[in-house]
Nanobody, 121 residues
């Protein structure tokens, strides 16, 4: 049974930073790609960032240069460091994992419960 548990969301002012964590119940070596998705009210879910076992990454254009995705295989955890946050980054953020595919594939079948990020003054 795969479990992904996110943490680190919250309320932050514009220009601030947050770090999200996604802890997996088992080894993350079995997941070729792990990613972060977000969905704001009234909008479609979108890929924010993804990382594969080779540590190659893929980012949404809107977060390039501000967000960094990383993985710690020993800690079975994937991180999303979010800097220079903007109000438009406000959304529910979810961790996703897939065993096949590539950085550009649709999300896999494994999801965390999500964590809310609100950027507001």
């Amino acid at each position: 049974q795969v479990q992904l548990v996110e943490s680190g969301g919250g309320l932050v002012q514009p220009g601030g930073s947050l770090r999200l964590s996604c802890a997996a119940s088992g080894s993350i070596f079995s997941f070729n790609v792990m990613g972060w998705y977000r969905q704001a009210p009234g909008k479609q879910r979108e890929l924010v960032a993804a990382i594969n076992v080779g540590d190659s990454t893929n980012y949404a254009d809107s977060v390039k240069g501000r967000f960094t995705v990383s993985r710690d295989n020993a800690k079975k955890t994937v991180y999303l460091q979010m800097n220079t946050l903007k109000p438009e980054d406000t959304a529910g953020y979810s961790c996703n994992a897939r065993r096949g595919g590539s950085l550009f594939s649709p999300p896999g079948p494994y999801w965390g419960q999500g964590t809310q990020v609100t950027v507001s003054s």
